[in-house]
């Protein structure tokens, strides 16, 4: 079965941020994930993951402003200062913590833009030369509009092609089940096409969002359908739990069976 990383950012909110390592740890998880770590330094992170046995999977670059709308500055700053510094910020938490997997959010934009278009590549372009140097892989995630109103990259198409035309070895797609079913449906003939650009899958089901096996999808279906075509990265859980964390993890024990 595939390895699951709990997602900290959405899951464990039972507790505080940094006591979530532990709860994850104490119901069996040996991986985590989150969105931001920024308001924590990178060592605190480091040595809650040292002290419960977990590896860190994945977790975003700065996305700007979030409190006041901002979701990612790529499309607006492109590969300025402002944006470098967002990158090296990012990769010394990646060092200290030794997560390999950074997502860079493109921001709100529409996505026929040709200016945004291009100071995307600029900055995808930056961060990947400036990750590769440090063995780390950058990831972009189409996400859908009715959770993120006006986001700029929104088509797994359009992601692949981009990963082509630039041709960065460590860019990378990060597949989110949730988003592709919402923006596209066709999980498995997609996820079969787009395996050899996939660097990071997570998983929620649809239309709520909550547990793997709530929704229209048949997520266990697709979790052995990732064992199949080779998948051996780990699935985020970036879904809410619908009636506590601990009370939600079941579906774990139906992978297993």
Known sequence: MP????????????????????AAAAAGFRAVEFLFPYEHAPEEIADRLTANGLELALFNLPPGDWAKGERGIAVR??????????????????????????????GLADPEDGAAAARYRDALLFASDRAGEAGR???????????????????FSRAADL?????????????????????HGDVLKSL??????????????????NEPGTGELDDFRVFAALDRLGYDGYVGCEYRPAAGTVEGLGWLERVSA
């Not at 900290?8 to 039972?14: G, H």
């Open 3 to 22: 390895r699951f990383a709990a997602n900290l950012s959405l899951m464990f909110n039972e507790h505080a941020f940094l006591d979530r390592f532990e």
């Open 77 to 106: 700053l492109g590969d300025s200062p402002e944006f470098r510094a967002t990158v090296d910020l990012a990769l010394g938490y990646a060092a200290a913590t030794g997560c390999r997997r950074l997502h860079l959010m493109a």
């Open 137 to 155: 892989t950058i990831l972009i995630e189409p996400l859908n509009g009715r959770d993120m109103p006006g986001y700029f990259l929104n088509d």
């Open 163 to 183: 990963i082509a035309e630039l041709g960065r070895a460590n860019i990378r797609l990060q597949y989110d089940l949730y988003h592709r079913q919402i923006l």
């Open 192 to 209: 079969e096409a787009l395996m050899p650009v996939i660097g990071h899958v997570q998983t929620a089901s649809v239309p709520g969002r």
